[in-house]
């Protein structure tokens, strides 16, 4: 490193700037000082001197008055003679300008006495060759005698010249020792900056989080600074600790079923495979696929949960339907352990929730209640009102939870390790609850006795109306009422366009389709478009892109854009609206939520099929055939949730009495149980045999 390279990185430094500035301000202040005791010192000297004139000027004029020239002459002589410190200039002149009287010491110098002529006061005459001055003072006397009374200013100046060069000397004494007590001070100050510094490198070349800061006794703000740093420190360990738990167990969670996915695939696409095991695998493979889309979406919940950004839709719940919901949902699975499920909500109980919310979170309670409850044993859902708020509990007579595990249940990705129970699961479920029912104004709890049972508790607010919502009617929309309106469908996947697609064109929606959003742009302006469905993740030009784009057209300015995404956060939606968006829907979307807005933004009038309200869960009376029930069940084997649906849609509509069955199997497909779907249509031709033998 060359030396000029040095002095720059070195002047460069904090500690060397430090120390200068310190040096800087302490030198200023030693100057300051020092310059304001030097002029103190120098009018104590002026002071001094001329009081001593005055008091010469004084005794002169008296002597000069009370024995005239000839004892003021003796007195000047007689104190010129003796030499002493005290000495001055002497002069007496008279009316005419003469001089009657002189006397000055010669070692004081010559100087140009010819400036004293006229007037009464002070005077300073320069001296000759010297840096000097004669201070004067003039008193008119009478008989119009002038007399003259100086000192010389050469003993003060010598005075001032030594203080001066002692004071040189002390400031560079002052300078070295700045410089050295600055280095000093700025060395002890940087000390636990440099350990703060070096310890934040280790942790970034070795990655390892257990360095900390040394932190001496001492209560200052360094000292605090290393104390906060040091429990930042044992924070982020903590936090990385746990995030390196939580990706074992997402990876092994992860990695489960898509090892399942492989397995069946491969087992599909194996020569010797027959129809029925393939259809089997392939059905496995779906299955899978939306166990590891359900861990997803459970973990997005989580996420906006934590974030905050969570949207809730907080009405006036029946809680008593919500229940009964739920357990229609796993009395199948409970039966088959052998686990008694049932509900004891009494009718009219309402609750300011989420509706969907509020079942998920009762779903997976219910779930895990059910998973570790043995058979013989029971599981209830309970509710009552308690003053302002209304109570949910589910309780069950399960293996229990140990006292030690109780505060860690609602952890991320926790499940009960059991020698004798193992289950499947997540460890997601009762963490997403515990944040939904928090997100709803209330806290979920839990009390558990090992080998006795558990129970899980909630209280929510009362609604401030009490009045039950409506029955939603299932309606099947067959047409639009209004003119032919032009859609331009976007999306970057085949199947999304042709799932649009079949939805519109039959209720007689002119549909265009384009596959990213340049071409969405221009088939916007070449089709001019009564509404747009656009998707949002495209490739070369995004869906807030094209609709930036499209809303600077002036000709499409009135066209509706209703934006459709998988991203579920408000900071998406919002840049959707910013966009140009008109409406937001987030996937996945029920198709009549779609229609509902389509239609409002193009002021149309859905037309339905006649028919009645029917209870969600209401037990079905009429059952497909045999043959209709195997074409449902290898739909629900292959997983093609599509056909299914349609399927039953074309039953409902050919035989109203098939309405209680559809409204069941859609509950299930809604849920994507597709083992428990299939279970659910065996169990009818179980039935059905289980008829004929009797």
Same mark, same amino acid.
């Given at each position: ?137 003039? /008193? ?72 900390? &800061? ?163 044993? /029971? ?58 029912? /928090? ?40 047409? &639009? ?39 969405? &742009? ?173």
């Amino acid at each position: 490193m060359s030396p000029d390279s040095l002095r720059q990185r070195i002047a460069q430094t904090l500690g060397f700037r430090l120390a200068v500035y310190y040096a800087l301000i302490f030198v200023a202040s030693v100057l300051t000082i020092s310059t304001f005791a030097y002029l103190l010192l120098e009018r104590s000297l002026v002071a001094r001197d001329h009081e001593l004139i005055q008091v010469k000027l004084a005794d002169y004029t008296t002597r000069y008055i009370t024995t005239g020239l000839g004892g003021l002459t003796d007195a000047v002589g007689a104190e010129q003679a003796s030499g002493g410190d005290d000495r001055v200039f002497v002069r007496l002149v008279g009316p005419n300008a003469d001089v009657l009287l002189a006397s000055m010491p010669p070692s004081w110098g010559a100087y140009d006495l010819g400036d004293l002529d006229g007037g009464e006061g002070w005077r300073s005459v320069p001296a000759h060759n010297q840096p000097v001055a004669l201070e004067v003072v003039t /008193r008119r006397l009478p008989g119009g005698v002038f007399l003259e009374v100086g000192r010389t200013t050469l003993e003060r100046e010598r005075l001032l010249r030594e203080v001066r060069g002692l004071l040189g000397w002390l400031l560079g004494l002052v300078v070295v020792l700045g410089l050295v007590g600055g280095f000093a001070l700025t060395w002890s100050t940087l000390t636990p900056l440099r350990q703060l510094a070096d310890t934040l490198g280790h942790i970034t070349r070795t990655g390892q989080f257990d360095a900390r &800061v040394p932190v001496g006794p001492g209560r200052d703000v360094i000292g605090a600074l290393g104390r906060t740093s040091n429990d930042l420190l044992e924070r982020i360990e903590l936090l990385i600790r746990g995030m390196r738990d939580a990706l074992d167990t997402v990876a092994h969670d992860l990695r489960t079923p898509v090892a399942r996915l492989r397995s069946r695939a491969e087992t599909a696409l194996a020569g010797n495979a027959d129809g029925d095991g393939s259809r089997e695998a392939l059905a496995d493979v779906v299955e899978e696929a939306d166990r590891v889309s359900s861990l997803l979406t459970t973990l997005m919940d989580i996420s906006e949960a934590e974030t905050g950004v969570m949207r809730l839709d907080r009405t006036a719940v029946d809680v008593a339907a919500v229940a009964a919901e739920t357990v229609e949902l796993y009395e199948d699975v409970a039966e088959q352990k052998g686990v008694t499920l049932s509900h004891e909500v009494p009718d009219g109980l309402l609750a300011s929730a989420d509706r969907p919310r509020l079942r998920q979170v009762l779903a997976n309670i219910v779930d895990n209640a059910v998973k570790y409850t043995p058979s013989g044993g /029971r599981v209830s859902i309970a509710g009552r009102s308690a003053g302002d708020d209304v109570v949910i509990e589910v309780a069950d007579t399960g293996i229990g939870i140990a006292p030690e595990h109780l505060s860690e249940i609602f952890n991320l990705f926790h499940q009960v390790r059991d020698p004798v129970v193992v289950v499947d699961g997540t460890g997601l479920g009762l963490a997403i609850s515990r944040r939904l029912t /928090r997100l709803m104004g209330g806290e979920l709890e839990v009390s558990s006795t090992p080998g006795v049972g558990s129970r899980f508790w909630f209280d929510l607010e009362l609604p401030p109306v009490m009045t039950p919502m409506p029955t939603i009617e299932s309606r099947t929309p067959v047409s &639009v009422q209004g003119d032919q309106r032009r859609v331009l469908v976007v999306d970057d996947e085949e199947d999304g366009r042709s799932l649009l697609r079949e939805l519109l064109a039959p209720l007689g929606f002119e549909v265009h389709e384009a596959a990213d959003g340049e071409a969405a &742009v221009r088939d916007a302006i070449r089709l001019q478009p009564d509404a747009i469905l656009m998707d949002i993740r495209m490739p070369r030009l995004n869906g807030v892109d094209a609709m930036r784009e499209i809303r600077g057209v002036p000709a499409l300015q009135g066209v509706s854009i209703i934006a459709i995404s998988a991203g579920a956060f408000e900071q998406d939606r919002q840049r959707c609206f910013e966009a140009g968006a008109d409406e937001f829907l987030s996937k996945p979307f029920r198709q009549e939520r779609l229609l509902e807005l389509l239609c409002e933004r193009l002021r149309l009038k859905l037309v339905y099929a006649a028919d009645e309200a029917q209870p969600a869960c209401a037990a079905p009376a009429v059952v497909p055939d045999a043959e209709q029930l195997q074409q449902l069940l290898d739909l629900a084997s292959r997983g093609d949730i599509k056909s299914l649906l349609r399927q039953v849609s074309d039953l409902e509509s050919l035989d109203r009495a098939y309405s209680p069955f559809v409204e069941q199997l859609r509950l299930r497909a809604d849920a994507y149980q597709m083992k428990e779907l299939r279970r659910w249509l065996k169990s009818f031709e179980a039935m059905r045999h289980e008829c004929l033998a009797r």
